[in-house]
């Protein structure tokens, strides 16, 4: 039995999970895409996800791997899971930037003139995202009791996170998101425990395998 044989024989479950397996690495890097680009021009994207998926009725049929003899997604689910990843990706994107605060009310909120916002984003003390063409700052990292009026420990975190393989979005995911050495908690719940040396830890490993 020839290799590609051996492999075609493979049991079914062996195959879907293969198959799953390489659909969820498709829409984790859809969802990376997904952070880099601007709201604005997901209309345009949508759009030719549409027309690929309406392609012709070849481009719905199954396809097999020449590799592996797998199935593997067509055109037209693809292009389905794309527009899927995209929506998705959007959606989160607009929820975890909902509560966000602009230039202007930042500049208010700490007393300071409208270009200091910026000076901050630049020298790593405040956490701002770009979004239609202005900065967006999460209204979890500001504290009235906390040094510079943000939350203590703040600026040290994203510190350590510069250099680090993740957008400006990422790290406002990564905060509220629940690490396994916080012991469930989510970086934000952390550093309000005042458990700043773990997030810092947390955040030495990002792109670290």
Not at 5 to 15: C, F, T
Not at 23 to 49: G, K, M, N, S, T
Not at 81 to 97: D, K, P, S
Request: glycine content about 8%.
């Amino acid at each position: 039995m020839s290799a590609r044989d051996a492999i075609a024989a493979q049991p079914a479950r062996r195959r879907s999970r293969s198959k799953r397996h390489a659909v969820a690495r498709l829409q984790l890097a859809d969802r990376e895409l997904a952070e880099l680009l601007p709201l604005h021009e997901v209309d345009a994207i949508a759009a030719l996800v549409e027309q690929a998926a309406g392609a012709g009725n070849d481009s719905a049929r199954p396809h097999v791997s020449s590799l592996t003899g797998d199935a593997v997604p067509s055109d037209v689910d693809m292009a389905r899971i794309r527009r899927e990843n995209l929506t998705r990706a959007f959606a989160q994107r607009r929820a975890l930037l909902a509560d966000a605060l602009s230039v202007g009310e930042v500049a208010a909120l700490l007393g300071v003139g409208r270009q200091t916002p910026h000076d901050r984003v630049k020298s790593g003390t405040l956490l701002g995202v770009k979004e239609n063409g202005r900065l967006a700052f999460p209204q979890w990292q500001f504290d009235p009791e906390g040094p510079d009026g943000v939350l203590a420990g703040l600026p040290d975190v994203l510190r350590t996170m510069n250099g680090r393989p993740i957008s400006d979005l990422g790290r406002v995911r990564w905060f509220v998101t629940a690490k396994a050495l916080l012991d469930g908690r989510t970086p934000l719940e952390a550093l309000r425990a005042g458990d700043v040396d773990h997030v810092l830890a947390e955040a030495e490993s990002i792109g670290v395998s």
